[in-house]
């Protein structure tokens, strides 16, 4: 019996590979299964950025604001725990 399956969108599915979605892109919304994304550290939660985005240059501004100010300040904290002890 002809039964016609009506046309599902794309929104549960993956649009790079229509495996299920796992959830939306950060940077350009399109829905993605795991295997399509990658986890980048944002300063607040990881986010999902597709491979699409990411080949087209997309990182999450956190990440790196994060590296250049976090990394010196660990450094003097560092420096000045030690000279506490010291002159102890
Ligand atoms: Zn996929
Ligand atoms: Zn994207």
Redesign the pocket.
Known sequence: MPHAEPFSPDDLY?V??H?PAAGPCAACGAL??G??VELIMGLIARRAVCRTCLAQGYRPAGARVLLRIGAPVLAVLALLLLLAYALR
């Open positions: 993956c790079y590979c495996a993605c299964c295997d399509c």
